[in-house]
């Protein structure tokens, strides 16, 4: 106890040098984040500034944006609920057992996000063709998923669901173990378990997994393109539509669209962020 | 329900906790557990429980190996050490939770979830989430959540270390008149020797993995 003692007495007092410290770390912090922030502003106001609220409107109401924005959120909303039938489970499994062949699900689980989008497209191009026994199989249930909007759900699942299983995870394992032993001493199920504890716990990563995912398949585009192609009114979903038109010389509608594209998304989370309730501390 | 550990072993990482325990309570008794810090007493519960698997050995509850028996299909209430009350629930709910988990009929959930808080003082913070709860009333939301499901065995992990003396003498003689009605075999963790003394019939010293031996309080007083 001595030597605790001598050491604390022959520990420098100069409160004031210390606060001038964090005061100067705290200054530099703020104005690197100010720096990140007028960064995504300005890229931001590059687009709204580009835009004629008129012509938004107009194109909108034409039948190839307005079909281009429909399409984009019907398979959108089909993946997000494709994600949550079938990443719930992925998410539960993965972040509480424990097996052999763990750590390669969760490498085949990166893969789909650092995967180029295209060469993701490519890989299913090449399972739903004919020349494939699983795409031969499927045509000859009827299944066609080459160049139609089945096929613009299958891509951008495969690339945005990821993103909600893994938050979804993360927050499932944050979950202490403590809890989920006091509920099985209860004499619940794994089932009852899971319903009222595991779930109400994620619902933040849960909200956050989602928001994710569904930005991530509405602005999805290499995948879509190579599967679904770009058939206007068929399969042009908007962020094919913002390329068919720029490329094009129709700037000012690929402009409009991407305004559209850009509002849904941020209202998307928002409204996510507020559903998410708060975060507990265990 | 008597309890039994024969010849266990357990061993976290490459550090043996427990390498030949054998451990026994019997039906209807009150038994306290003490023990240096960090030698195993709380793992020791969760063998039981069903929380950890044991390496070797065998855990017997009513003289039935229970190894490949889930935590579930124990029946043994466990009041954690640090408490483990579900966030998200006020008071209330997480006292509730295992009766309606056990599909107890909504009206006697009611009934004895009140009761039960009513019994460890709670009632007015029936609605409080646990981390608008000091850490005696959580302490106090745990006991009354293991005790509302009336299991006939109760694993008290250091049950009444955050409460001042004068609940923890009320809810020492609470427990001893629960457990003298209704016979519910009892194991009780505790840092303090007179609550050992005091509540259990016997005492065992847990050191150096093992029990190093169990002393009947009758004859010490
Ligand atoms: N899940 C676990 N993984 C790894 N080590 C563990 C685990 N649980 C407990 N241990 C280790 O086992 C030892 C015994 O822990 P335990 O909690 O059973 O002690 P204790 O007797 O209850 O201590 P205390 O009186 O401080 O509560 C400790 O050294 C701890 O680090
Ligand atoms: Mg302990």
Redesign the pocket.
């Known amino acids: 106890m001595e030597t605790l003692t001598a050491a604390y007495e022959k520990a420098p007092r100069r409160p004031g040098v210390l606060r001038d410290r964090l005061l100067r770390f705290d200054l530099l912090m703020a104005l690197l984040t100010a720096l990140f922030f007028s960064l995504i502003l300005l890229v931001l106001l590059s687009l709204v500034g580009a835009a004629s609220w008129r012509e938004v409107i107009a194109h909108v109401g034409s039948s190839r944006g307005f079909d281009c924005i429909l399409l984009s959120l019907k398979t959108s909303f089909a993946v997000v609920v494709l994600t949550l039938l079938l990443g719930f489970p992925a998410a539960y499994i993965l972040a509480l057992k424990q097996f052999r062949g763990k750590a390669f699900l969760d490498t085949l689980l990166d893969l789909p996000i650092i995967m180029p989008p295209l060469v993701t497209g490519l890989c299913l191009l090449l399972l739903l063709n004919q020349a494939n026994p699983v795409g031969r199989l499927l045509q000859e249930w009827g299944v066609r998923l080459l160049f139609t909007p089945g096929g613009i759900i299958l891509a951008q699942f495969f690339v945005a669901a990821p993103f909600f299983i893994k938050t979804v995870r993360e927050s499932i394992a944050a979950i202490p ?1 403590n809890l989920l032993a006091a509920s099985a001493t209860l004499n619940a199920s794994d089932f009852y378990t899971f319903r009222r504890v595991v779930l109400p716990l994620c619902r933040k990563g849960a909200c956050a997994g989602m928001a994710m995912t569904w930005a991530r398949a509405l602005g999805e585009f290499g995948a879509t393109a190579m599967v679904a192609g770009s058939i206007p009114g068929r399969t042009e979903t908007m962020t094919i539509a913002i390329y068919m038109e720029a490329m094009s010389g129709g700037l000012g509608n690929s402009i409009s669209t991407a305004l559209v594209l850009v509002l849904f998304s941020f209202t998307l989370l928002f409204v996510l962020k507020l559903q998410a309730g708060r975060q507990y501390e265990y | 329900m008597s309890i039994e550990l024969k010849h266990v072993a357990k061993t ?2 490459t ?1 043996p ?1 427990f390498h030949d325990l054998s451990f026994k309570v019997e039906q209807g008794e009150l038994h306290a557990l003490v ?12 063998l039981i429980a069903g929380l ?1 698997a044991p390496d070797a050995g065998d855990v017997l509850i009513n003289g039935e190996c229970v190894n490949r028996l889930g935590p579930q299909r124990r029946k043994v209430g466990y009041v954690f ?1 640090d408490y483990a009350l579900f966030p998200h629930l006020s008071a209330f709910e997480n006292v509730a939770y295992g009766l309606r988990a056990s599909g107890v009929e909504r009206r006697r959930v009611h009934e004895k979830s009140l009761h039960y808080l009513n019994l460890v003082n709670l009632n007015r913070e029936r609605d409080k989430l646990p981390q608008e709860l000091s850490g005696g009333q959580k302490q106090r939301v745990a006991l009354a959540r293991a005790l509302a499901t009336e299991p006939s065995i109760l694993l008290l ?2 049950p009444l270390s955050h409460l001042d003396a004068e609940i923890r003498e009320q809810l020492q003689f609470e427990l001893k008149e629960l457990q003298r009605k209704t016979g519910v075999t009892m194991l009780l ?1 505790t ?1 303090n020797m007179t609550e050992a003394v005091t509540l259990g019939r016997r005492v065992s010293f ?1 050191r150096h993995g093992r029990i190093e031996r169990t002393v009947s309080t009758n004859a010490l007083v």
Do not use: A, I, N, Y
Request: proline residues 4%.
């Open positions: 173990s | 976290f990482g550090r906790l023990g240096p810090s960090g030698e195993g007493k709380s793992t020791l519960l969760g950890h050490q992990d250091e963790v840092h847990l």
